[in-house]
């Protein structure tokens, strides 16, 4: 028994090694495939859809799209007390609820994972200016660009608070982040690539407290698109909405944090 207690401790001691000194951070998150507007239904790569208004429409900024608050299942919130008409690239709230949602009809969802890379002097990125990772997959690619456009990205991840911390979007279209379940970032719109920088010493979290942080993005026309995340949040992980299968490694992250529960319980308001 007391050998078993040994090794027990070091995969404990081990897990927190690889999780606080880890080369990169893999982030796995949903991308829902859409159809354009205008696309009648019917059969695509053998998925049934229709399009959606809010896809290769509009070019336009658009910020406000949403409330300042994420819904309560962890999803962003038509702001339809300021547009119960719709906005400058949106059609209201039902088209709007679908890009994080899975809409048999209207959307196919597929799980996508990326890393990003320690690059140096504590900070960890993921650059792609040509950002099209379901290329041949849902409902196939465009007929007149040769890529998959309109789909959307759905990243649900928690980290722990340390003064100092920032996190950079730059992309197009739409992106909206939020920490805590507040909004930190709002780059709403059909837009060419922006860029945005959340100083989280500026939100009022509280030091070695746990957050979520979500982030919500559209790709909405061709022909670009741009997706980079800049970040010296050093313990940035992917959390689901149900508890995970037993590893050491979630051993090690749930001694520190409990993280192995349901991820709602993290938000902080």
Not at 21 to 36: C, E, N, P, S, V
Not at 105 to 110: D, P, T
Not at 130 to 142: E, V
Not at 154 to 171: D, E, K, P, R, W
Request: glycine content about 12%.
């Amino acid at each position: 028994m007391r050998k078993l207690h040994i090794w027990v401790v070091m995969a404990v001691v081990i897990a927190f090694s690889s999780f606080a000194t880890a080369d990169d951070i893999t982030l796995t998150g949903t991308i829902r495939d859409f159809l354009a507007n205008g696309t009648p239904a019917g059969t695509y790569n053998g998925q049934a859809g229709q399009g959606s208004p809010d896809f290769e429409n509009v070019i336009s900024d658009d910020r406000g799209i949403v409330t300042n608050q994420l819904g309560a299942d962890g999803t962003p919130v038509y702001d339809t007390a300021n547009h119960p008409n719709g906005t400058a690239t949106t059609h209201g709230q039902t088209y709007f609820d679908m890009w994080y949602h899975n809409t048999p009809g209207y959307n196919v969802a597929l799980q996508y994972a990326i890393t990003l890379n320690n690059i140096g002097n504590g900070v960890y990125s993921y650059s792609n200016s040509n950002f099209f990772p379901i290329d041949g997959q849902g409902f196939n690619d465009s007929a007149c660009c040769g890529h998959n456009y309109s789909f959307t990205y759905q990243i649900a991840t928690a980290f722990t608070y340390h003064a100092g911390q920032q996190f950079t979007f730059s992309g197009d279209d739409d992106v909206f982040v939020y920490i805590g379940g507040n909004l930190a970032l709002d780059l709403g719109g059909v837009h060419g690539e922006e860029a945005a920088t959340i100083f989280l010493d500026s939100l009022g979290l509280t030091e070695g407290q746990t957050y979520d942080l979500d982030v919500f993005f559209a790709e909405r026309h061709t022909t670009g698109s741009d997706f980079r995340i800049d970040t010296s949040i050093q313990d940035l992980h992917t959390v689901s909405d149900t508890p995970e299968p037993a590893s050491l490694a979630l051993l090690g992250s749930g001694l520190l944090g409990m993280a192995g529960g349901v991820r709602r319980k993290f938000i902080k308001r």
